[in-house]
């Protein structure tokens, strides 16, 4: 959280500040990812972001308080598209075969996030619970409302929403948790993790209809 006001800011000045924040937000990242909380220098943080330390505290007056923003912008940044899908009005199983898409699509692209919010989760087993009210909402019931006319339509077998939503997140997020692991074991079978990941989308989809199927 950003707890500095400029009363008279011209454009120039809140660019400046913007950069500013925006290479914060960048150097915390990489040192939380690399290092942990327990392990990250706040002088590090400012090395990185190219500011001086006392300006890093000017920001954010404590490492938790920076990390708990840095977290914030993670999850913001990756869950509330993904919530969005599964509330649409789109029948269940495109639901998840958009959800399966868009899931692997935003998580290649910011592969440092699961790693992030599983570091975050383990340091404060809390820490999305206010996130996940917020953009999680009515998501269960309205899943519970999907799986039952998908279920009275014969469409698929019956299925809690929580095991419903469960296996879809543990599906998507596993290869980029385990990748490490997988490669080394893909490389050592003469496969590419790259090639894998590339026809995960419509392996995820299929595997995920399979399970349901009535």
Same mark, same amino acid.
């Given at each position: ?56 505290? !000017? !920001? ?42 868009? !899931? ?111």
């Amino acid at each position: 959280m950003l707890i500095v006001v400029y009363s008279h800011m011209s454009p120039i000045e809140a660019k400046k500040d913007n950069d500013t924040e925006e290479r914060i937000f960048e150097a915390a990242q990489s040192v939380f990812l690399e290092s942990g909380f327990d392990g990250a220098r706040m002088k590090e943080i400012a090395r990185r972001a190219d500011i001086n330390h006392s300006m890093l505290h !000017y !920001y954010f007056r404590t490492k938790g308080q920076l990390f708990g923003a840095v977290f914030r912008r993670a999850a913001m940044s990756f869950m509330p598209p993904l919530t969005d899908v599964l509330r649409s009005g789109l029948p269940l199983l495109e639901k998840i075969d958009y959800f399966v898409g868009l !899931y692997l699509e935003r998580i290649e692209a910011n592969p440092h996030i699961p790693g992030f919010i599983l570091q975050e989760l383990r340091r404060n087993p809390d820490a999305l619970k206010e996130i996940a009210g917020s953009v999680g909402g009515d998501l269960i019931d309205r899943l519970r409302a999907d799986i039952h006319e998908a279920v009275e339509s014969r469409l698929i077998r019956p299925i809690t929403p929580e095991d419903l939503f469960a296996n879809l997140v543990g599906l998507c997020v596993w290869p980029f948790i385990a990748r490490p692991m997988l490669e080394t074991i893909f490389s050592a079978g003469g496969s590419d993790f790259e090639t894998f990941l590339e026809g995960r989308r419509n392996s995820g989809r299929s595997f995920m209809r399979h399970a349901l199927a009535p």
